[in-house]
């Protein structure tokens, strides 16, 4: 059962271009929600992260935007540059007795110099 | 700061057969974490560690899955014996904490089962 879907799958924009990539949750319970980069051979790496209680985050060229009633979030990337190809992955954050991650299946982001 | 270090990095092996990863994480990071990433898709969790106990193993598919974490530093992931749906990357990560906020991954090691 996936519980983080994650769109597009891939995407393709010009330098300068915005990148806009959008997942959606069911699970009410996940409070925590970050973003992985991961390029060709090497692990994932934390990009942003977002609480629900907060509607956007900013860190440089990367913004988070969140909607708690919606069950969305997405993460925006302004003026992409060739080295923001690499496939991104949003994930959610469950609790309880332990804490851990579920993934988005990716997007695969290549930006055109 | 040292990263996560995997070994191997890739992996041939033919079906039934049995292979083993090596992880050592981030020195101080008392949670570790196995994660199963097959190709376009993203990473599942498959075993999680706090120390040298097990928190979350619900993933892990326990009829031919084994991990074990030697004195809460260094993890191996057996897997015996092995199926052809079992190629995939084999992640290991670490945090500092049982929080789960950063994960720190490692490079991985791919595994092929022919």
């Known amino acids: 059962q996936q519980q983080v879907k994650q769109s597009p799958q891939s995407l393709i924009v010009q330098k300068g271009g915005i990148s806009i990539i959008n997942c959606a949750y069911e699970?009410?319970?996940?409070?925590?929600f970050p973003w992985y980069q991961q390029f060709p051979g090497k692990g994932p790496a934390l990009l942003i992260a977002i609480r629900p209680d907060v509607s956007e985050k900013k860190e440089g060229r990367f913004t988070i935007s969140f909607n708690k009633s919606a069950k969305q979030f997405s993460l925006h990337i302004m003026d992409s540059q060739p080295g923001d190809s690499a496939t991104y992955f949003c994930?959610?954050?469950?609790?309880?007795?332990?804490?851990?991650?579920?993934f988005g299946k990716g997007t695969l982001l290549t930006v055109n110099p | 700061e040292a990263g996560v270090a995997q070994s191997p990095r890739y992996k041939i092996i033919e079906k039934r057969q049995s292979v083993a990863f090596w992880c050592n994480p981030i020195?101080?990071?008392?949670?570790l974490y196995w994660y199963q990433q097959i190709l376009g898709q993203g990473p599942k969790l498959l075993i999680q560690?706090?120390?040298?106990?097990?928190?979350?193993d619900s993933q892990l598919p326990k009829d031919r899955f084994s991990a074990e974490r030697l004195k809460g530093v260094d993890s191996t992931l057996k897997i015996q014996p092995a199926k052809l749906e079992d190629s995939a990357v084999y992640l290991c990560?670490?945090?500092?904490?049982?929080?789960?906020?950063?994960?720190?991954f490692g490079p991985g090691t791919r595994l092929t089962v022919t």
């Open positions: 994930a959610a954050r469950s609790g309880g007795s332990n804490y851990k991650l579920t």
């Open positions: 699970n009410t319970a996940f409070d925590y």
């Open positions: 990560a670490s945090s500092l904490g049982a929080l789960a906020y950063e994960q720190y």
């Open positions: 560690f706090q120390n040298n106990g097990v928190v979350d």
């Open positions: 020195s101080g990071h008392a949670t």
